[in-house]
């Protein structure tokens, strides 16, 4: 087990890594956490058992490296993007609580199974913390994301339909009012590549934008088809998850930090959204950048993620929609503590 960071870390199975040391740790009462490697975000989650096997968020944290910087284009990872997002993971791992077993799932999206050098970053990941992240598919990036969502968002009577709008993919789910993942699916429309895409970094063209939307329908409406079969005329409950989502709900509501409390669980309109994705479209990047809980690295994308999340809901004739701050790190953890998944980090404190 490699001692720092406060912490002795192992990957789990492991014997020996490189020049890792490793010791026992009874780890039988270890927490369970998840590590989200996302296009544009990494993000750590650790929970503690609440009642009834549920899972209650005890430590958060996140860094935006954008590990997927121009990858929607060349399909490759840059070495310096690869970089940044190892000394994040570092840095997470560093500020971890004291005094905890934790036990880690990590999991690669979409920038990682994209590129045609995923290596670069998975044997970079693996020299440097000992474990390699599953690299998920995007059906299991969707499914994984829906059962996060629906851990507490399931209402008797509705259909749930969940949309979390990433850096590099898009996932979707509809479930039924137990909480059942009746269809899921990962698209290839992110905020990062489409941002990059069609220019919608800093101020934008309207005709950027309205062809970005138009390419943005003709890849979602496949999915959005197959959802309006499912749903009927049965009433949905819309919920919006991921980055894009939950930074909107906070600058929406005037936060000057980030609460989670308040952004879970808040509801917005369609019109709004679209409303609002026009807005900081004209705002120069400098200026978004300013703006008190929009973090700067989520800046230059929130435009073009609102942007998708907005044909969405359209697409689905939403009028509403709920904003979680649950998702795929909240069900990589909930899989993990159920077994599904195996543990890829073992992090045993020395405090």
Known sequence: MQKGFGYEIKAKGCNSVNTLTIMEVDMSDALPGALDIGTNSILLLVCRPGKNGELMEFHEDLRMP???EKTGSERRLHPTAVE?????????????????????????????RDAENRSLFLNGFRHRFGGVPWLLTGEEEALTVFQGVASDMCRRGSFLVNVDVGGGSTEMGV?????????????DVGCVRFGERFDLYDVSEPKAREE?????????????????????NKPVRMVAGAGTATSYAAWRQGLTTYQRQLVHGWQDSEAAVSEAAEELAAVPLAMRQEIPCINPGRAAVLPAGLLILSEVLRGLQAEDFTVTTRGLRYGLALRLSKGEIPTVLEIGSDT
């Open 212 to 232: 970005a939307r138009c390419e943005v329908r003709r890849l979602l409406e496949p999915g959005l088809e197959e959802i309006r079969q499912i749903t009927g």
């Open 66 to 68: 954008r590990l997927g």
């Open 84 to 112: 940044r997002a190892l000394i994040a993971t570092e840095e997470l791992l560093r500020n971890l609580p004291r005094g905890e077993n934790i036990r880690l799932a990590a999991a690669a999206t979409s920038a990682v």
């Open 175 to 187: 479930g039924d009012e137990e909480g059942g993942c009746r269809w899921s699916r990962s698209f």
